[in-house]
């Protein structure tokens, strides 16, 4: 199953293994079970502590992975390769022994979690996000045995993904009923399943000493503005929902200078660990609501806590812009998607659309075309936006038909799932119907600034509005990436502006009295 280089290299990971795991099979008479038969075997011979026994499960073909001595549980229903490989190196590896990257004060609430929860998670295998997911709820299910965790190929269990209407992954389920869609962290885990989590983060954040730096976003702007912060010697904190923002989203990545190429997942994994390096308190899954200026800036938080500055750092990014139709937030996760890569596999055979005729829209197109039955793209403009390039490639391939000068009016459906669109054509003011079972959003950004709306100075579009040096209408706050009025939304320009806010708040707390030597590394 696997080739030799790729067992080489997961024989040096379980050289980390320090107490015996057991894969448990159950599989029926398909290529797939056979398949993870023969994984499984690949894994048993890289390791004296891995043994493997056949049992019938609920679905076949899936692979658990346990400990006796922990009396743990971690689950994979289908053969977890592509980005879910990772998943199951760390599962194999968490389960017997290996250190768990997480705060002990986050493992011992995960450990003190009182009752039994038994999640499922249906993924797709090219989703970059699900693995972020199963990797989080395996996590928990290898501290704590009352946790258990099974992540399902949608893909193969087809059925089960239909009777359970689910179309977005990643989806999860918690003893049986519905509990998330899309990225969530172990911190949020928590948040929903204990109670009195929040409380608790208000709390010991309001005892935080003042910062001299904070930065409020975990993109790359975020990132490279604390890297700079803190490279000055200053007492650098990072507020985030969560690392990543839009890039974890993003595929294929090759504009980013000095690296040919990378995917999204994987710059958001170094970003954050390069931050790490450094003497930051990053408190993530905090939220910041409002922002005040009283001698100190004062950072309000949806907690309920309230942190002080001598100086902010704005680099809370921006997100997928939303049609606003009729429809649109009813079927979200109903058939309504914005991310092609995570949810195409879902649609396969069947017919979808593309709102969106720029870059992201025809790359879609091309994308879904490889899995659905037919795609149709709408373009409000007379012409299609995106690159000549895409557009020769889209055009030769015999199942996108591409609309301009279309208004998509209302997203159509059941009550439980999309079953077409309505748009109107703008040269003739006829209104016409599309029978699809989804549709995918690309239609750009939208700044994340709403909290910020009669506090700093901003474009008509909610982009804040920065000088030179970052700064913003307030003195001492500073912003940089997709949510300032920078022209060009992209990684490495976001990088960029990061360094220079974080640079620019240098200087600001320079002027403010202070001295280089009580800043400088």
């Known amino acids: 199953m696997l080739d030799a280089n790729v067992k080489n290299q ?7 293994l320090k107490r015996p795991v057991e894969l448990v099979l159950s599989t029926d008479d398909s290529n797939k079970s056979a398949e993870l038969a023969s994984l499984a075997q690949d894994i048993v011979d890289v390791h004296e502590l891995v043994s493997v026994r056949n049992e019938q499960g609920k679905r076949s073909p899936s692979m658990s992975i346990q400990s006796q001595q922990t009396q743990t549980n971690i689950t994979f229903a289908g053969l977890p390769m592509g980005h879910e490989f990772t998943s199951l190196v760390l599962a194999l590896l968490h389960t017997g022994g290996h250190d768990i990257k997480l705060a002990d004060d986050v493992i011992a609430q995960i450990k003190a979690l009182p009752g039994k929860y038994q999640f499922e998670t249906y993924v797709s295998l090219s989703c970059q996000t699900c693995p972020e997911v199963v990797q989080a709820l395996n996590m928990m299910a290898a501290i704590n045995p009352n946790i258990t965790n099974v992540m399902i190929d949608g893909a193969l269990f087809q059925e089960e993904v239909e009777q359970r209407d689910i179309l977005s992954v990643p989806s999860v389920f918690l003893n049986g009923e519905p509990f998330s869609v899309g990225a969530i962290s172990v911190a949020e885990i928590l948040n929903k399943i204990d109670v009195n989590s929040g409380a608790r983060q208000a709390e010991a954040l309001n005892q935080k000493d003042d910062f001299d730096v904070l930065v409020v976003g975990g993109g790359p702007a975020g990132a490279a503005a604390a890297i700079y912060a803190a490279r000055k010697g200053l007492n650098t904190g990072v507020v985030a929902d969560k690392f990543g923002g839009q890039v974890a989203e993003t595929v294929g990545i090759e504009n980013f200078i000095s690296v040919s190429k990378t995917e999204g997942p994987k710059l958001v994994a170094n970003l954050e660990s390069h931050v790490r390096d450094y003497d930051v308190d990053i408190m993530e899954n905090q939220r910041a609501i409002e922002l005040a200026q009283d001698g100190k800036i004062k950072l309000g938080l949806e907690n309920g806590a309230e942190l002080k500055s001598q100086s902010v750092i704005l680099a809370t990014g921006a997100r997928w812009r939303e049609m606003n139709v009729p429809g649109e937030q009813e079927y979200r996760g109903k ?88 748009y109107t054509d703008r040269a003739t003011d006829q209104s016409h119907h599309v029978e699809l079972a989804g549709v995918f959003v690309q239609i750009g950004l939208v700044p994340n600034t709403e909290w910020l709306r009669g506090v700093v100075e901003m474009t008509e579009r909610g982009e804040v509005i920065v000088d030179a040096r970052g700064q913003t209408s307030i003195p001492g706050v500073f912003a940089a990436g997709d949510m300032t009025n920078s022209p060009y939304k992209q990684i490495i320009i976001a990088m960029g502006s990061g360094a220079t806010a974080s640079l620019g708040a240098f200087d600001y707390l320079i002027r403010q009295g202070e001295t280089v030597e009580e800043f400088a590394a």
């Open 335 to 422: 058939g309504v998607a914005y991310c092609p890569h995570c949810d195409g596999p879902l649609f396969k055979g069947k017919r979808v659309a593309v709102i969106g005729g720029g870059n992201s829209g025809i790359e879609a197109a091309i994308d879904l075309a490889n899995i659905v039955e037919h795609v149709t793209v709408l373009e409000f403009d007379s012409k299609l936006r995106a690159d000549e390039v895409l557009q020769r490639k889209a055009n030769s391939m015999g199942n996108i038909t591409i609309i301009t000068q279309a208004m998509t009016t209302e997203v159509l459906g059941d009550g439980k799932r999309v079953t077409g669109l309505q």
């Open 10 to 16: 997961l024989k040096s990971y379980m050289q980390h």
